[in-house]
């Protein structure tokens, strides 16, 4: 690479000042020194050069509010190369970042603050408050507190670590090193020292310490490149531009001094208003002249940047958010079932209360007189009430104390239990090496954590089309030049594999990328443009290699003798076509602001860029206009076969035309993208007028980018075919099994994509979405009446179908979703949606895709999730319930905003059968068993207090009350929510029909809450009747029954979990008899204590008989009914999981296409079938 | 430089070429991570239902019989005395009476219906008294009851905690209403030895009742609630007020009274001179008392017997009837024909 010697272009800076103070007009000269091999074509004074990037910069300016003054309040003044008076009016914030949210000393009121916003927690806090009132004061005070301090104490652990983790690499970002400029030498310094006004130099593949304004660049002409892959996910290189005046500028020899008036920091990654003041001088910045922290330099060996923003007020550090939270359905549904089990807990209440107060009024008289209540005291000489305040306020105290005795009835364990079962779930999906991604190295990442069991449940599953579907690798599959097609299908078997590679300084060069080659081409490609077939395909590779804005990138390889060449570029189609143009012997080997420099079948050439016009969405055509080393000049234009053939001169030789035209055909019915080539060479005054026009609108100061699309559609006239080119979208390994085992699984799959119609069919057909036999129902209008009058045939016609005929596939493109969307023919097209089987939008824009998701997910309950990888994905990601990121090539950002990203769409299918279903069984499970756990044991204390004139005695005593929920019965029910499983992995993969219990709902609805509230009245009758007739006219103390109710409910509740523990592993016996074995010891130990009145009672009820007698008929006599209820609904009335699991068990699973028999039916005919 | 990178190849990839660090982040792969441990996986097979419901009805039919004659084997008398040794019709007479001045013994007479088996236990019972009301078990002080030093640790004993300014040892409602009808018992004018010693829980006597704790300003307050005590006994050996004091678990509730040494045989009439000092009258609540045997099961209850016997035939029809329905109906368990969409295909 060549270098440009500062001096000397600041010579020619200050002849073009007067030009624009704006933008880095580059008016240099073309007095490169150039690469020794290359034939130097120089085209003296043409003027100025023009600018390769102008129509990009253009579109940056397109901002335009860089022109506005900057108030001065709402600015930041920044003195170059003096961060000590920068800083001294105001202390910008310094470098370090913290994401960490405490210290030392914050952390307990900080954390204890944030949970509290939980209220779960309040409701906590506000009972064990309560039970702090001497008049409340049913628990004593420590064993009140426990619950409450433990979930606190656990939740605060967890943060803690967390925390910690962020501390760590808060601490390496931190300490990282920059070059920073100190008293006129680059030092190196800790990021976090960097101070706002500091002058820093960045070098090539570095990433950015902060917010800098570029003042000059390694490159003559300011120009900078950095990937922004960190800040919006876009792999491609981006250029930012030092601004003319201040490119000479060499600190390090020189002090440069001067001011730059900022708008103070704001979260805008696209947006940055300044003005600079160097040496008088006064210029205005804009976002093209910033780059921001966390971009990484690239192709260019250094910067030098002052640095503007720094810490957290840059805006990277401005962005980074999490994604919004989500709640789980079976959440939001639970939330519904709390607040009846609430109202549960105000009916018991209520009933204890009316109780107390009847008896109260009927005992009224002998309140004094009763041993066990004595309303009056004499203690200290006098009568008087004690503990005694009259009767409304007696009944409203019961009441009060009823809340805090039966406060377990809303499981606020429930919880935590969920929160730990869910990371342990995350854990399982994070290690399941079945959702690693060996291309990428990427494993499967929960980046959040409360909605695990959703993924049991979709119903939608809406994908992305390009890196989501497909791989986004674009391969050059085959070509048209000049009417003949040149497929390379056959020949690819003999492909050759070495790709081409050219001789530079005793070292091969050669592309990173290998292309399959049609021999025949490549060798009438060697041959020359002596025959006009020749040159055709001369011109043809010409154009893919020079037509586009791709920067090759020299790397070494493992041979020493070998450098690659790496095309790093916006667009993967231009970086196929370059690599494809390579292969065929036009190498693009250097490409400077000013001229590319090509190896054509081994001979350097060297081609002056004179303009580029850069693709846009309206021309749908990019061009360039060339200086061929043959004095000659070129325009080049590629672009989409419908915006070229406007432009193509229909007069010249029409039937190369068609036949591109049949070629094209074939292509993009392959499944392939097609683009066509022309070209046309300017005469002298063609070049004149397009060059001045040209200069006139790239600096024009308003309306630059209309004015250079006119220019454009000037130039871009009357061009020849060349011919067309082929890419293949590479589908991703698994794609089209991935989709029918989703559609078998009931999952309606919607593709969205921004590609065009045929693309996107052609992909529909490839991945199997799609097939031959479906009816396709295509809207693509473009006005409201058509598209209501289209969509109305489509209605007629869905529902006119009979049961067997032909599936649907709607195909509708993203101008008909504009009318559709946010008005009253949503309803229309969501009728008609839901009757199809397939659901392909194309050309839709990154916002119409969260409107479709929207669409769905207003109008139905169902599941939906969204799978992509691109920042345009971002939007359907977040709205969806579940969204999906693949962590892939086209960055971070859909991955940020993700609640799960993984490296594969075929992951989706071991993602929801397996784990979705697992998750959400094991949830569903989970909820209720803890809701039957906590009301048995808040009724079992219900039925005693009936029998203690309603005054809330506990049967068991205050430390088993507490212990109860965090010790004697919390952890099986957590083990059994992160490891128990219906059934294997292989069965659920293998049918993916088994997928609807979740979306139909059979682990958690109502009807199973009902069920459980009345299995669970049943067994606490059972619990605390049994012992009571037993015991009834006996000496039995309170303390020794109180110890058999302990340990009969933790058995009990111990086995009905046990007997539905689906597979039973060591680490689930140990955990079951474990909670048992504990619960024995904890009675015996809090029995053990002489302080408390039930001291020793734990082994006087054991040395009798019916203590054992009742400990064995409680669990059997409690669960007979339920034991009942599920073995006859297994047998007459199983369930697909049932089946499955018989199945599995006793192996009839194998039989299938052994013969004999009913079989499994076959995915494939069921496919056929649906 | 990614020298990995480098090699790949558009295409092909390169998977074989996966050197060791490339599977650095791989999960690796274990059973546990996996989900994979060994486990078991019970199905209720027809066969596995029928033998538990049978294994529990084998199990619980004979602990039925089992119960039920020990229940039967148990002999009880069961007296009941409050309203019969009290000359008074109304409450408010009765609770005039117990609380008056006056002799208030009272003679009955029990017959032996069977042998009874030394040693005989007495109770007395009491009905309608709520031992468990929570501001009655609450009202004592553990400490003050097991060490001298803690006389004054009266503040949970409200409203018995201090009498004359004076803390109360042993405090609080559970003592003040210490039960204190007397009983003597004779057979032929001769009188049968009541044995009070060991009615106790030996650990409470070592535990929670100190050898030095002297009852003092016991009963002196404006109310008497029941019983006085012997200042010069320590509380260790008042097992009267042990026994009291550890509170009943349900509002009808029998509490020790002491043994008799000896058999009665069947047809002996005792002879009970029983003095009716405690005031149940006021809440309508019944006194008796019990003469009863032991058994294994503790004293005369059929209802685990019942229990048992009604849980184990219930499993043993359960056990039949499922036994039949498999006959009759049989169901291939596992049949891929009875899953969802192998019945209704095509069907949505």
Request: glycine fraction near 6%.
């Amino acid at each position: 690479m060549d270098l440009n010697n500062t001096g000397e272009s600041s010579v020619h800076s200050d002849s073009i000042m007067h030009s624009s103070s704006r933008r880095s007009i580059s008016s240099y000269h073309s007095r490169t020194s150039a690469a020794n091999s290359v034939r130097e074509v120089n085209f003296g004074d043409l003027g100025s050069r023009a600018q390769t990037y102008g129509s990009k910069s253009a579109e940056s300016e397109g901002f335009g509010t860089s022109r506005k003054e900057i108030n001065d309040e709402d600015a930041r003044l920044i003195y170059i190369n003096d961060p000590a008076k920068t800083n001294e009016k105001y202390e910008f914030s310094s470098n370090s970042i913290r994401t960490s949210k405490y210290s030392i000393i914050t952390f307990v009121p900080r954390n204890l603050f944030e949970q509290f916003h939980r209220v779960a927690y309040i409701y906590f806090l506000a009972i064990a408050i309560l039970n702090q009132l001497p008049q409340l004061a049913v628990f004593g005070r420590g064993a009140s507190i426990l619950p409450l301090a433990f979930v606190l104490f656990v939740s605060a652990i967890k943060d803690a670590y967390e925390d910690w983790r962020r501390h760590r690499s808060d601490k390496v970002e931190n300490s990282r090193l920059a070059s920073v400029l100190v008293n006129g030498q680059f030092q190196m310094k800790q990021w976090k020292h960097i101070q706002v006004g500091e002058i820093i130099k960045v070098t090539s593949n570095q990433t950015l310490p902060c917010d800098i304004v570029l003042l000059s660049t390694s490159d003559s002409t300011g120009v900078a490149y950095v990937q922004t892959i960190n800040l919006d996910g876009e792999s491609n290189l981006k250029s930012r531009y030092a601004k003319q005046e201040t490119l000479s500028v060499n600190p390090e020899k020189e002090n440069i001094g001067g001011t730059i008036k900022c708008e103070k920091p704001n979260r805008n990654i696209y947006g940055f208003q300044a003005n600079m003041e160097v040496d008088g001088k006064k210029m205005s910045l804009g976002p093209s002249n910033i780059i921001l922290r966390g971009c990484e330099l690239k192709n260019t060996d250094w910067v030098i940047g002052v640095a503007v923003y720094t810490g957290r007020e840059t805006k990277a550090m401005l962005n980074s958010s999490g994604s919004p939270s989500k709640r789980s359905r079976l959440e939001t549904q639970m939330n519904r079932e709390i607040i009846l089990l609430s109202l549960f807990l105000v009916a018991l209440c209520t009933i204890v209360s009316t109780l107390f107060g009847v008896w109260l009024a009927r005992h009224k008289s002998e309140l004094n007189t009763l041993p066990y209540y004595r309303k009056k005291t004499y203690a200290d000489g006098h009568e008087e009430d004690y503990n005694y305040s009259g009767w409304a306020l007696e009944i409203f105290f019961t009441f009060l104390m009823s809340v805090i005795v039966f406060q377990i009835m809303i499981p606020i364990s429930l919880y935590i239990s969920m929160e730990i079962v869910r990371v342990g779930q995350a854990y399982f999906m994070i290690r399941d090496p079945n959702m690693y991604a060996e291309n990428s190295h990427s494993r499967f990442q929960c980046r959040a954590l409360n909605i695990n069991e959703d993924l049991g449940q979709i119903k939608y599953v809406f994908s992305d089309k390009t890196g989501t579907l497909t791989e986004n690798k674009m391969e050059f599959k085959c070509a048209s030049i000049y009417g003949v097609d040149y497929s390379n299908e056959a020949a690819s078997e003999q492909a050759e594999q070495v790709g081409y590679s050219v001789q530079v300084d005793g070292q091969a060069l050669r592309p990173k990328m290998k292309v399959k080659a049609d021999p025949e081409l490549q060798r009438m490609a060697e041959s020359g443009k002596e025959t006009h077939e020749g040159r055709q395909i001369h011109d043809f590779f010409l154009a893919l290699a020079a037509c586009n804005t791709i920067v090759p990138i020299l790397m070494d390889s493992d041979e020493p003798t070998v450098r690659l060449i790496d095309y790093q570029g916006e667009s993967p189609d231009e970086q196929a076509l370059v690599y494809a143009a390579a292969a065929y012997g036009f190498m693009l080997i250097e490409r400077t602001s000013g001229h590319i420099v090509i190896d054509v079948q081994g001979e350097r050439q060297r081609f002056d860029v004179l303009g580029l016009h850069e693709f846009d969405s309206d021309r749908k055509r990019m061009s360039v206009i060339l200086g061929c080393p043959d004095k000659s000049v070129k325009v080049f234009a590629k672009g989409a076969d419908t915006a070229m053939f406007g432009v193509i001169n229909k007069s010249l030789n029409l039937d190369v035309i068609s036949a591109t035209e049949a070629h094209l055909h074939k292509y993009s019915s392959l499944g392939l993208r097609t683009l066509v080539i022309g070209m046309r060479e300017l005469n002298g005054a063609e070049f004149e007028q397009w060059q001045s026009s040209y200069e006139a609108a790239s600096t024009a100061l308003l309306g630059r980018a209309a004015k250079l699309r006119r220019v454009a559609s000037n130039v871009e006239k009357n061009l020849s075919t060349l011919g067309a080119s082929g890419i293949e979208d590479k589908l991703q390994e698994g794609v089209p099994e991935t989709i029918e085992s989703l559609r078998l699984a009931g999952i309606k799959v919607w593709v969205l994509t921004g590609d065009k119609q045929e693309t996107a069919i052609s992909i529909g057909y490839s991945s199997k979405l799609v097939t031959s036999e479906m009816t396709q129902i295509i809207i693509n209008s473009s006005s409201k009446e058509s598209c209501r009058r289209r969509l109305q045939e489509a209605l007629d016609l869905s529902r006119n179908r009979t049961m067997g005929s032909s599936p649907i596939a709607l195909i509708i493109d993203g101008t008909s979703l504009v009318y559709v969307l946010d008005s009253e023919l949503e309803e229309e097209l969501f009728l008609l949606a839901s009757d199809c089987a397939v659901v392909l939008c194309c050309r839709v824009a990154p916002l119409q895709k969260a409107g479709i998701v929207a669409l769905i997910k207003n109008r139905t309950d169902d599941m939906t999730l969204a799978i992509g990888d691109g920042a345009n994905d971002v939007s359907m990601i977040q709205v969806a319930d579940v969204g999906v990121g693949i962590s892939g090539q086209e960055g971070r950002q859909a991955v940020m905003a993700s609640d799960f990203a993984m490296g594969q769409f075929r992951f989706l299918a071991p993602l929801l059968f397996v784990h979705g279903h697992w998750n959400y069984q094991r949830m569903g499970y989970m909820i209720l068993y803890n809701f039957y756990r906590n009301a048995v044991f808040v009724f079992l204390l219900f039925w005693y207090t009936l029998f203690t004139d309603y005054t809330l005695t506990t049967a068991i005593t205050d430390w088993s009350s507490m212990l109860y929920s965090v010790i004697y019965s919390s952890l099986p029910t957590i083990v059994v929510g992160i490891l128990d499983k219906d059934l294997s992995r292989t069965t659920l993969l293998k049918y993916p029909q088994l997928y609807g219990a979740g979306q139909r709902e059979e682990c958690y609805n109502p009807k199973l809450f009902w069920i459980t509230m009345i299995d669970t009245l049943w067994q606490s009758i059972v619990l605390y009747f049994i012992p009571l007739a037993a015991y009834w006219k006996t000496i039995v103390d309170g303390s020794s029954l109180g110890d058999l109710w302990t340990l009969a409910v933790v058995i009990l509740v111990n086995l009905h979990l046990a007997m539905d523990i689906i597979r039973w592993n060591w680490i689930i016996h140990a955990v079951i008899w474990g909670s048992i074995i504990a619960t024995i010891i904890c009675v015996i130990i809090i029995d053990a204590i002489p302080i408390l009145p039930g001291y020793w009672a734990v082994f006087h009820v054991m040395s009798t008989g019916p203590f054992w007698l009742c400990l064995l008929a409680v669990p059997i006599a409690a669960m007979i009914p339920r034991f009942i209820v599920k073995v006859s609904t297994q047998y007459f009335c199983p369930g697909d999981i049932q089946i499955a699991r018989e199945a599995e068990k006793f192996g009839s699973w194998n039989i299938q296409g052994g013969g004999g028999g009913i079989e499994m039916i076959p995915t494939s005919n069921f496919l056929q079938r649906q | 430089m990614n020298s990995n990178a480098t090699t790949t190849s558009l295409g092909t990839g390169s998977a074989e070429s996966s050197a060791p660090r490339r599977n650095s982040k791989r999960p690796k792969y274990s059973r546990f991570t996996q989900q994979e441990l060994p486990a078991c996986k019970p199905i209720l097979t027809p066969r596995w239902v029928i033998t538990a419901f049978l294994l529990v009805s084998v199990i619980f039919i004979p602990i039925g019989v089992a119960s039920l004659l020990a229940s039967r084997k148990v002999v009880e008398i069961v007296d009941r005395y409050d309203a019969e040794c009290v000359n008074a019709t109304t409450k408010s007479e009765r609770v005039k009476y117990i609380q008056g001045p006056g002799d208030k013994t009272c003679n009955r007479t029990l017959r032996v219906p069977k042998h009874m088996k030394a040693p005989v236990h007495i109770y007395y019972q009491l009905d309608n008294f709520y031992q468990n009301h929570r501001r009655y078990v609450k009202s004592r002080s553990d400490e003050q009851l097991r060490d001298n030093h803690s006389a004054s640790e009266v503040s949970s004993c409200k409203p018995e905690d201090t009498a004359n300014g004076n803390p109360i040892v042993p405090c609080g409602l559970i003592a003040w209403s210490l039960f204190n009808d007397t009983y003597s018992f004779a057979i032929n004018n001769r009188n049968l030895t009541v044995n009070k010693k060991g009615i106790s829980w030996k650990s409470d006597r070592d535990h929670k009742f100190g050898k030095d704790v002297y009852p003092k300003n016991f009963q002196n307050g404006t109310l008497i609630g029941g019983a006085h005590l012997n200042s010069s006994m320590s509380l260790h050996e008042q097992e009267d007020l042990i026994v009291w004091m550890r509170t009943a678990a349900l509002p009808t509730f029998r509490k020790f009274y002491g043994k008799i040494e000896e058999d009665l045989q069947a047809n002996d009439v005792i002879h009970v001179t029983l003095k009716n000092y405690y005031n149940t009258y006021s809440f309508n609540g019944k006194k008796m008392l019990v003469l009863s045997t032991t058994s294994w099961l503790g004293g005369k209850n059929n209802f685990l017997g019942i229990a048992y016997l009604s849980v184990g035939g219930l499993c043993f029809f359960l056990a039949m009837l499922f036994s039949l329905i498999y006959l009759v109906k049989p169901r291939r368990l596992g049949d891929p024909s009875y899953l969802s969409w192998n019945r209704n295909p095509g069907g949505h």
